[in-house]
């Protein structure tokens, strides 16, 4: 079993629609989590750190269950720029060695 | 503000030989973290390197292997190179003064072994 698992996809939606992305988590240790964006060919950039109280960033709301371990993101109004592979992340912070954990990535096509 | 660089961008090797391929940490960031992602995949964990030394080790090889000089900047360099080590090599950099230590990456290097 993969340590971080996400939706396989790829999700293809049209503009303006509501699109939600889920992962879930193995490592009970884990101490942070994030979204990073990849898009095509280029490196992955950070989209948003999850908090345990769920957070928002415009469009963006994350959302974190310790207790399922599962992680989800939601986007709003769906943008054409929105298209791209979100990755789930997980940094289990051993004792200040943090190395990131990525799941394989939801692809997103968002549709004119 | 430069962010983290790393060269070369694109490389293609044959079988067994030897690459080296640099990152320069964002400035101000003491940590450097490298990645290899296959196609399909996320990044997978291959080390990282703070105060010259090596803080911890993924799953991969002793054919990898790194080294991080005085002024923060990281090498990553893999021998016996096999079709498989084909892939996108991403370097992240962070800062230890900060508490969650985000990571920035690089752009790649693109390594394709015939």
């Known amino acids: 079993r993969k340590e971080v698992e996400q939706d396989p996809g790829p999700f293809n939606v049209p503009e303006g629609a509501t699109v939600a992305f889920n992962c879930t988590y193995s490592?009970?240790?884990?101490?942070?989590f994030f979204w990073y964006r990849q898009d095509c060919r280029k490196e992955p950039k950070l989209l948003m750190s999850?908090?345990?109280s769920g957070n928002e960033d415009g469009r963006f709301t994350a959302q974190l269950n310790r207790a399922s371990q599962y992680i989800s993101l939601l986007i709003r109004d769906s943008k054409l720029s929105d298209s791209a592979t979100y990755l789930c992340?997980?940094?289990?912070?051993?004792?200040?060695?943090?190395?990131?954990?990525f799941g394989s990535g939801t692809r997103l096509q968002v549709q004119p | 503000d430069a962010g983290v660089t790393q060269s070369p961008t694109h490389l293609i090797k044959t079988r067994g030989q030897q690459v080296t391929l640099r990152c320069s940490p964002k400035?101000?960031?003491?940590?450097v973290s490298w990645y290899q992602q296959a196609l399909g995949q996320g990044p997978q964990f291959i080390f990282q390197?703070?105060?010259?030394?090596?803080?911890q080790r993924g799953n991969f090889p002793d054919r990898f292997s790194g080294h991080q000089f005085p002024n923060y900047s990281s090498e990553l360099n893999v021998n016996a190179l096999l079709l498989g080590d084909s892939a996108l090599y991403l370097c992240?950099?962070?800062?230890?003064?900060?508490?969650?230590?985000?990571?920035?990456f690089g752009p790649g290097t693109r390594l394709l072994v015939l």
């Open positions: 400035s101000g960031h003491d940590t």
């Open positions: 992240a950099s962070s800062s230890s003064r900060n508490r969650q230590e985000t990571q920035y």
């Open positions: 992340v997980v940094n289990r912070g051993e004792g200040g060695r943090r190395a990131l954990t």
């Open positions: 390197y703070y105060e010259e030394e090596e803080r």
């Open positions: 999850v908090y345990s």
């Open positions: 490592n009970s240790a884990s101490q942070s």
